[in-house]
């Protein structure tokens, strides 16, 4: 566990908030918008293989709110398990709620205003929007809400699985690439999301005594 950023006072865990600040900062004052539009305009015209398009909204769907509070809520029952579901729980729900108050409010950066070009899709993807009624874009919810369940299941395995929580990292950046791919955020937008669900995390994490219990429990 001595591999992860876990202590508020840290310098990682500062270093974490610094650097999203001034993604946060960049991204308000339009800096990237450049590069952000180059990236999307290239996601956009390779759609259009329907397994990769229906791929990449499978991906997208499972990071919506509803399936992951499910996930969480089955780590909450299992008694060995309970006090990381409610800290994944927690990350969730307050991840969600501030990352809409900051697309909406804060940063009031649009979404990408270009059409989809790929495969007709089951049923529209999930904007992610509906939390504050807003149309804001930084930091993507759907990112900070698989950054913060990876890193605290990740936090809970490494002593078991020195290197194989590594892979739980497939499912953020996973999560990532069928945000920009789907033409629902910039990229800027979903490092943003990383980092920010880290930090909410680590917050939770240390406030509610993660490493005690988990050295006590041996989960």
Known sequence: MQKFIFQIRSRG????????????????GQVTDDFDRSVILHFQSTAGSAPMDLSMW???????IFPIMVFCFVLFVWRK????????????LIGTVLAGYLKDYVVERPRPDLDYLGTELP????????????KGSFPSGHVTRASALA??????????????????????ASMAISRIYLLQHHPMDVIGGVLFGIIIAVILADKLKLSEYLNSSKV
């Open 151 to 172: 890193f605290v299941l990740g936090y809970a395995l490494s002593d078991r699985f020195p290197r194989g929580w590594i892979l739980l990292w497939i499912f953020p």
């Open 13 to 28: 865990f500062f270093l974490l908030v610094i650097a999203f600040l001034i993604i946060a900062g960049l991204v308000y």
């Open 81 to 92: 398990t309970r006090r990381m579901g409610l800290i994944v729980l927690l990350a969730i």
């Open 58 to 64: 499978i991906l997208t769907e499972i990071g919506g």
């Open 123 to 134: 049923i529209d993807v999930e904007s992610d929007t509906t939390v504050l009624g807003g």
